[in-house]
């Protein structure tokens, strides 16, 4: 089976940082886009940026010049630094990747992680 476990989230002041992690494990063949979502209470998911398998990358305009999404293909690991954070970057944090697996063969399957919490609070 395949699964993504997001880590690094916590409560940080306004102005810090925090650095999220996902690592992709199990049958996998490949590894294609891979994304980080947030969901604030009350509101919908929303794409927060993404990173194809030729590391080009794009961000949501309300983080553009704060996060950077980076991967590492040999530990099949996405990344998420996020520096001047703000309070309205309170949410839950997911990470998301396409990919394909032994289980599924040539099928393109989009995977999810169960999600880590970040605060930003005073």
């Known amino acids: 089976q395949v699964q993504l476990v997001e880590s690094g989230g916590g409560l940080v002041q306004p102005g810090g940082s925090l650095r999220l992690s996902c690592a992709a494990s199990?049958?996998?063949?490949?590894?294609?886009?891979m994304r980080w979502y947030r969901q604030a209470p009350g509101e919908q998911r929303e794409l927060v940026a993404g990173?194809?398998?030729?590391?080009?990358?794009n961000y949501a305009e309300p983080v553009k010049g704060r996060f950077t999404i980076s991967r590492d293909k040999a530990k099949n690991t996405v990344y998420l630094q996020m520096n001047s954070l703000k309070p309205e970057d309170t949410a839950v944090y997911y990470c998301?990747?396409?990919?394909?697996?032994?289980?599924?063969?040539?099928?393109?399957?989009?995977?999810w992680g169960q999600g880590t919490q970040v605060t930003v609070s005073s």
């Open positions: 998301n990747a396409d990919l394909k697996a032994v289980a599924t063969g040539a099928l393109l399957v989009h995977y």
């Open positions: 990173i194809t398998s030729g590391d080009t990358t």
């Open positions: 199990g049958s996998i063949l490949n590894i294609y886009t």
